[in-house]
């Protein structure tokens, strides 16, 4: 298989020095760069992390890991276009653990202004902000960040690479670099010579500072390109997590505490040990883990074994988590990140509009379960294949597992059935290591049986929302959102770096307090409830949550207005930020707004600007003799640069697909401490005949300074808000409770 171990005959990798852009920043620790973590081979000269160069091709390595949003061909998409290499010589892999790749992008989240405000500013640099990333070694995906981040790294690798091989070029042929030119992997002047035959002498001679071509000249972004994953993924022959094999190699599957947190007090694994094929059982503390000869035998020999839970720190059941996370209303806000206006005295004029909405948890169900595999050498170093979010932070947790330096554990990461957020924590993979370290020098290949994986994963919080707001003469003059909720944010950076930062946190409010309606008495709070469920970074994060809350009670507020719920919200946002608006004029116009109100039919509109792209979308639903159906959607965008636009628009359909499957039938709920829902028939997607059609538009108005937003999760938020205010419309029944099965009856 191909790997960035795998370094062939005279390949050479090359990068433009300028990309750290340390030199003016003025401290060691901001300034250094990143050391290049390739190890050259006998005949291989590694100059930097990030453009391979040999007779093949050229081979860009990612930063970001590919779990199907289409990164990995954006970031090689950047590097070509600098680089004038032809498509068809592009290939990619994604990297080792490294600080050179720290994603720079995380810049973008690291402020509680909200971002309809940031895009219309200009783009202040603040060098030791801008380095954070780097010195925390933040190589991650996540944040819809992936392209933000890589978008002047990766062009600055391609054009570093370009000018390395003219200025070769330019020694054989004692000419200036500057009458060179390259086109097609070849630099070109009284004598044409490839890449290939260059990289070796291009070594020496990358310059410190590359120019970048001029956007007018672009050949690739912004473009729809030919994802480099396609043709793999749909010939399956692209190797997944789940599909490593390596010789000798064994099979493994883990059975843990439902009661998350909780220890085991004994097990017994005789009956186990019994079944042909079996080879160990061994103990983890919380859980147990079966070796065997095939993943089959081991999933059912894991059930075999007698187990003692013991206890976890949190109520038995749904109702009381709730009633836990209700209770911190009544504690003070644990943030207040918008206080327009005076609200409290806006509603105590009267003719107050209040409303309370629940969510429930919910698992990230990737179609790809949890699995890792394992090899503990002989040496006592662990080679690890697992899709993963964090490499570096996986990298260390397994290390730290098992005892032994990090520069003795090699990661590698491969593409991902699904992550959403879910495969940022490094537990499969230092299960993994840990089974493995029970056979030493047997290859182990573990993984999660469905049941384990929704049993076992970092949930999307529950939360609680109470809005009230007011209505004067047709108009909305106050609003005040209030969300309880367990912090994701403080339960996963616990787990995930020993310590929460502290101060306000955003991700229980965000999707609520930072949207563009210019009301003028607008208080959003966020209440943190104390409850140990185990708790991650679920697609859109706090997103999903308050624009279902915040976008049902627009709605309600323009009903209770009397007026078209569209237009009143068009009306809110026109004096605000004008992209916005302009998403919701294009939605109109995309689904024929006033021509969807017909009977048997009803249509609902939901927004959220999130992660600095705005998205509106319009839902249509049906009455029909099976039940509701879910029959078109229109979705507007403006990330202001769209880099690919194919990619954006598959994302956007992904997010909403994901975000309507949940708001349809998805809840995690508990009992006696662990979790009810098993599998997929508990906690299922929409299928593709309960999809609605989609129409798709991508505006690129928002931010007149360079904005670049993400793409892999604003499409998730509104579609919960969407179908609920378009149920309403059809039926007028208003849903303030998800799933919307539990009041509707939706065509299967």
Known sequence: MASWKTITRRSFLVLGAAF????????????????????????????????????????????????GQGISTTLAALVAEELDVDWDQVRVLHGPPAQAYYNAGFVERMSNEPDYRLS???????????????IFSMQMTGGSTGAIGGFVQMRLAGAGAREALKAAAAKRLGVAPDTLRTEGGKVIGAQTFTYAELAAEAADLVPD?????????????????????????????????????????????????????????????????ALPGVEQVVGLGNGIAVIAS????????????????????????????????????????????????DVEAELAKGDVIEAEYRIPFLAHASMEPLNATAWVKADGSVEVWCGNQAPIMTRDAIASALRIGSDKVTLHTPVMGGGFGGRTDPVPAVLAARVAAAMPDTPVKLTYSREEDMGQDFYRPAAIARLSGRIESGKATALWGRTAAPSATRSALARLIGFAPPGPDRATVEGGFDQPYGLPHYRYDGHSADLAVPLGFWRSVGNSMNAFFLESFID???HAAKADPLAFRLELMQDTHAPSAMLLETVREMSGWESLNRPGFGRGVAFCYSFGTPVAQVMEVQETSAGIKLTRAWIACDPGLAMDPSIVEAQMIGAM??????????????????????????????????????????????????????????????????LANALFDLTGTRARELPLNRTFDFAT
Not at 22 to 43: H, I, M
């Open 20 to 67: 750290v852009g340390g030199a003016a920043f003025g401290a060691y620790k901001v300034a250094e760069v990143p050391a290049n973590p390739l190890v050259p081979g006998p005949d291989g000269m590694p100059l930097n992390p990030w453009v391979i160069i040999n007779a093949d091709g050229i081979t860009v390595i990612a930063p970001r890991a590919e779990m």
């Open 120 to 134: 219309q500013q200009p783009r202040s640099h603040n060098a030791i902000l801008a380095a954070v990333p780097k």
């Open 209 to 273: 500072d590359v120019p970048l071509r001029d956007p007018s000249t672009w050949r690739y972004v912004g473009k729809s390109m030919p994802r480099l994953d396609m043709v793999a993924k749909s010939t399956g022959t692209e190797t997944f997590g789940i599909d490593i094999v390596l010789p000798g190699m064994k099979f493994a599957t883990v059975r843990m505490n439902p009661r998350r947190g909780g220890a085991m007090t004994s097990f017994d694994p005789a009956a186990a040990l």
């Open 294 to 341: 095939n993943t089959w035998t081991a999933l059912q020999a894991a059930q075999q074994v007698d187990v003692q839970w013991g206890e976890a720190d949190y109520p038995a059941d749904s109702a009381a988590m709730l009633s836990r996370i209700e209770a911190a209303f009544t504690t003070d806000p644990d943030s207040r990140l918008r206080d327009d206006g």
């Open 556 to 558: 309600e507020l323009a």
């Open 657 to 722: 697909v994901y975000g309507l499957s949940a708001a349809v039938q998805e809840e995690i709920t508990f009992a006696d401490q662990a979790v009810v829902q098993q599998n997929f028939p508990d906690h299922d997607a929409l299928r593709m005949h309960t999809t609605p059609r989609f129409e798709v538009r991508v505006l690129q108005n928002n931010g007149s300074f360079g904005h670049i937003g993400g793409v892999g999760e604003p499409g998730t938020p509104p579609a919960a808000p969407a």
